[in-house]
């Protein structure tokens, strides 16, 4: 785009669609494209005559496609809307001209295919649509063979140039919009999707074995009520400009549509080293797309998720992120076999990339909102096993891989049991329910005997150590088998058990997460149509003379208002107080901590083993026991967190504050249904929250307090301390520090082994000391963070009230001054949105999760 033709007249003519006053500087180009493309969008609606729901859906579901969710840029969107309908920009070639004058060939191709999209939305092209479309390309240079594709390609109907399809697709492509914004790549994602596939798609798609419908049933009702979250914003919006309602109840249904918009579900793929996580990602998939090596070979994150196109992005660790061609992403996705099989700890230190995201059109499992993700080892160099650790908080199911060859090793015991405690929050003697066991390399055991020991052993230690909770949580699988019946497109037992597998993650997902998402989400949307209802009744009350305030109500209602924000002020207080005495108490307890940390690791240091010679691999001795002092002061410093930090501070400074929120809060809420009786409101019925419900909105028993569990915030904030960056840097320097001081000369001391433990301690202890400012930091952070989210919440709460106030206030002046025919208008202006509003909770009841 070039914005150098972005002239006087475009920042006038949006500035008066918009109604807001705009220069230059705001116009951007995703702003410029997005009015463009509503223009174009709104004009093949009404090209002929009939606006159906279909239409209607297709324009919501396009412009959500890349308007991030963000109150300001959607409810630009909003505006711009309204404007286009009111100006008939659509109709006006000039003003379309004007907005279309700084688009390029590509991105002028890309909008007039939105329209073509929109133009089957009903099910039909309609001729006149296509009419208007044909003068819009016209008007927009469009070369008459590209505007035949488009018309072909969409209507299913004429034939298909290959050589111009080709041309077509060349210009639609995604490397095209990469030095424009994100979403000119994901618009030309879905449109090249939407025309003719290539020929290795369709071949892609004989592997698909599998189908997930009770997945894509969840997902299409999570669509239908974010739809329906937009409907409602639309009516909330348009009878807030008019004071019928108050203004923050678009912004809780905002809350609501975002939730519903980045819901999707996270699967994590977890093990030691050489059990063939990589393999299962390419069952599932149905490609060869993951590295696979006997040796160790997982170098980074990579996160499996649907694109609608083949393509890899690389992110790094310093913001930077850049697309790579396919052949790249093996080499990128995987450590060098050097390094995988012995010095491990430069290159992963050093590697510059974070993760590495890899879109498939062809992953059926992901296609229905899932993201899958492969990591390093559990097993493996001390960043890797951070990494991993810090993905599973954020998951729902965690895939758990062993070897059937030889499972459940010690080690892998110990993994576990310690996912076990980190899936359930810290909690050591509660069975997940959202942790899988998947055996693999079954087709390697041979005799019916040994597969029935391997069997027994795995559901006894399951069954015998409460590991897990929940049906079909054990599996046993060979990945590579049934990757290759998929590539071969045969059937047989491993295939089988492969489906199995996968249908059991999929019920997980649906019964036992989505189900629940979707229900909270119907009681949330349902809860804010009544609230809409009830503020529409009150407003037809003023408008019927049935709610007439006198000037002694009215003073009383400012006073009401006054009052909430001193409440709120105060609470800020009171909050900032707690705040600092619970900084000072956990610097001082940090302190007392530090205190007997040398002797403390100097005693578990006696418990760390290598099965590494002193002799022949020094290196590797040394990076065992690095990496067994990182584990332990990671323990060490989780175990200070959860106790002193959480239990100890946090725990009763929190308490304290929950309470004077809850009777600040209280007091407000009986003043509300004071008034309610003193001159008939509703404000107690308008309120979308109730002092009562406000214990399970923050994590149940406790209150507010129910956050800072040790799998919430708390943890997670001191696993980042411990785990990514600040625990690598002290293995880098005990390692090079600690070869350095034991060279070949002292290989042949005695008690060797003991003096290298020693020497891990102090240098890796010397380094924790180096980073004590970051660690105060990071824990102030997670200290504010437990106050501000409390703040946040009662500031939310208040607001509403203060805005219920605002609003009577409001129509009651407004009352006065409108003639009687204004306001029987008004009154079917408000009837008409009443019954929208009606006809929308029958919609929204209607969404049952299966």
Not at 27 to 34: D, T
């Amino acid at each position: 785009m070039n914005t150098v033709l972005v002239s006087s007249e475009s920042v006038d003519l949006l500035s008066r669609i918009t109604g807001q006053k705009l220069t230059q500087r705001d116009l951007s180009p995703s702003l410029i494209f997005l009015a463009a493309l509503i223009t174009v969008l709104l004009g093949v609606m009404v090209a002929d005559t009939q606006v159906t729901e279909d239409e209607k859906q297709r324009l919501v579901t396009t412009l959500y496609r890349f308007i991030p969710p963000d109150g300001h840029m959607r409810r630009l969107a909003h505006l711009m809307i309204k404007g286009v309908r009111e100006n008939k920009v659509y109709a006006k070639t000039k003003e379309l001209q004007t907005l279309t004058a700084s688009l390029s060939e590509p991105e002028r191709l890309l909008l007039i295919s939105f329209g073509y999209e929109m133009s089957i939305a009903d099910g039909e092209m309609d001729a006149r649509e296509k009419k208007y479309l044909q003068i819009i390309a016209n008007n927009l240079g469009i070369d008459p063979p590209y505007v035949a594709i488009l018309e072909a390609g969409f209507s299913g109907q004429g034939t298909l140039d290959p050589s111009t399809l080709e041309e077509v697709q060349s210009l639609l492509d995604p490397a095209r919009f990469h030095e424009l914004d994100n979403v000119f790549i994901k618009a030309a994602s879905n449109i090249v999707a939407a025309l003719p596939t290539k020929p290795e798609h369709q071949a892609a798609s004989q592997h698909r074995v599998t189908t997930y419908k009770e997945l894509q049933y969840f997902q299409d009702n999570r669509q239908k009520l974010d739809s329906f979250c937009n409907q409602l914003f639309q009516i909330s919006q348009n009878c807030a400009e008019r004071d019928l309602l108050p203004n923050t109840l678009p912004e809780e249904i905002e809350k609501v549509s975002h939730k519903l918009q980045s819901q999707s579900f996270r699967v994590s793929v977890v093990g030691e080293f050489s059990q063939g996580k990589s393999t299962l990602l390419n069952a599932l998939l149905g490609e060869e797309i993951q590295p696979a090596r006997a040796i160790p070979c997982s170098g980074t994150v990579t996160v499996l998720k649907y694109g609608q196109q083949r393509r890899v992005i690389c992110r790094y660790r310093d913001g930077r992120e850049e697309e790579i061609v396919f052949e790249q992403y093996q080499e990128k996705a995987a450590i060098s076999e050097e390094a995988a099989l012995g010095s491990l700890t430069d290159e992963l230190v050093e590697s510059e990339i974070e993760e590495i995201i890899f879109e498939h059109p062809d992953l059926e499992l992901c296609r229905t909102g899932v993201e899958i993700v492969d990591s390093p080892g559990l097993n493996e160099h001390p960043e890797r096993t951070a990494i991993t650790q810090q993905l599973i908080r954020g998951t729902d199911a965690v895939i758990f891989l062993v070897n059937a060859s030889r499972p459940l090793t010690q080690g892998e015991r110990d993994l576990i049991q310690d996912l076990k405690v980190q899936l359930n929050g810290g909690k050591a003697d509660e069975p997940a329910a959202n942790l899988f066991v998947a055996v693999n390399f079954m087709d390697l055991l041979r005799r019916e005997k040994d597969r029935h020991d391997v069997r027994q052993r795995i559901e006894r230690f399951v069954q015998g150590q409460n590991v897990i909770t929940g049906e079909n949580r054990v599996h046993f699988i060979s990945a590579q088998a049934a990757l290759d019946a998929i590539l071969e497109g045969t059937e047989d037992d491993y295939l089988k058990a492969f489906r199995g597998f996968t249908q059991s993650i999929e019920k997980f997902l649906t019964v036992e997460r989505g189900s629940l998402l979707i229900k909270q989400a119907v009681t949330k949307i349902n809860g804010l149509i009544q609230s809409s209802l009830e503020g529409l009744h009150q407003a037809e009350k003023v408008l019927d003379g049935k709610l007439n305030i006198s000037e002694t109500e009215r003073q009383k209602i400012l006073e009401q208002i006054g009052e909430a924000s001193g409440r709120d002020v105060t609470i800020r207080l009171m909050a900032e107080q707690l705040e600092k005495q619970s900084i000072q108490q956990a610097t001082g307890a940090w302190v007392q901590w530090k205190k007997g940390l040398v002797e403390r690791m100097t005693q578990k240091s006696k418990q760390w083993s290598s099965h590494h010679s002193h002799i022949w691999s020094q290196k590797q001795l040394i990076q065992d026991y690095a990496a067994q002092f990182a584990s332990d002061i990671q323990k060490e410093i989780n175990t200070w967190g959860n106790n002193q930090l959480k239990d100890e501070i946090l725990k009763p400074n929190l308490k304290e504050l929950d309470k004077g929120i809850r009777q600040e809060l209280e007091a407000l809420q009986y003043n509300l249904k004071l008034l309610d009786e003193q001159i008939n409101t509703n404000f107690s019925q308008q309120l979308n929250f109730k002092i009562s419900e406000i214990d399970s909105n923050f994590g149940g028993a406790g209150g507010f307090i129910g956050g800072i569990g040790a799998g919430g915030t708390l943890a997670a904030g001191l696993f980042i301390l411990t785990g990514l960056g600040v625990v690598a840097v002290i293995i880098a320097a005990v390692a090079t520090a600690v070869a350095s001081s034991f060279g070949l000369g002292m290989l042949d001391v005695d008690g060797i082994h003991s003096k290298i433990k020693q020497k891990v301690c102090e240098i890796g202890l010397k380094k924790l000391e180096e980073t004590k400012d970051k660690i105060e930091e990071r824990f102030n952070e997670i200290i504010s963070l437990a106050f501000s989210s409390r703040v946040e919440a009662s500031d939310t709460m208040i607001r509403q009230i203060i805005s219920c106030y605002e609003t009577l206030l409001e129509q009651q002046e407004k009352a006065h001054k409108e003639t009687l025919e204004q306001r029987e208008a008004e009154k079917a202006w408000i009837a008409q949105k009443r019954q929208e509003l009606e006809q929308l909770q029958k919609n929204v009841k209607a969404i049952v999760p299966s």
